[in-house]
């Protein structure tokens, strides 16, 4: 009978291509394929930020209730316990609290989402000289763009 023996260390060490593995998956749109991925990380206690985040927009993308919606949320508060700075956070956060028709608090979310776009564009300003600043300043302007457009929904649905 085969054993399951767990090696934290072992986890550990591979928790990074599993996730990296997640990450196409989900750039991919395989959302099904990317749950078991983030969910062996999150099981084994080697869940990064991304992880959560990942497992947040894969519920997003193939449920809309009440109960995935409250997952959703739950899963963005272990994100920000492990890395609140990410900036991935807002959106998953901000489209749960909409889907459960918490508008106000989602209408915060997307001015505070917008602040960090602003402050990250300032940050940006200091080193054009890397070869990702012209990703790095596009990714900004569409989700400033994009966050912007949703806060305009949102006073209309209060």
Known sequence: VPQNITNPE??????FAITSSARLKYEDRRFRQ?????????KNGVAS???????????????NDESSNNEVLSLINKAKAIDESNINIYKAEILGNLRLRKF????????????ALNDME????????????DSNYKFIVSERDWANRMSVKVKVMQ
């Not at 990317?34 to 999150?42: E, F, K, S, Y």
């Not at 106000?104 to 602040?115: H, M, P, T, W």
């Not at 300032?122 to 600043?133: A, G, N, P, R, Y």
């Open 34 to 42: 990317t749950l078991p991925l983030v969910d062996m990380n999150i």
């Open 122 to 133: 300032v940050q940006l300003k200091e080193i054009e000289s890397d070869i990702t600043w």
């Open 10 to 15: 072992y986890e550990k060490e591979v928790s």
């Open 49 to 63: 930020a991304e992880d959560y985040i990942l497992k947040a927009n894969c519920l997003l993308a193939l449920h």
């Open 104 to 115: 106000s608090i989602a209408q915060q979310l997307l001015q505070n989402y917008i602040s």
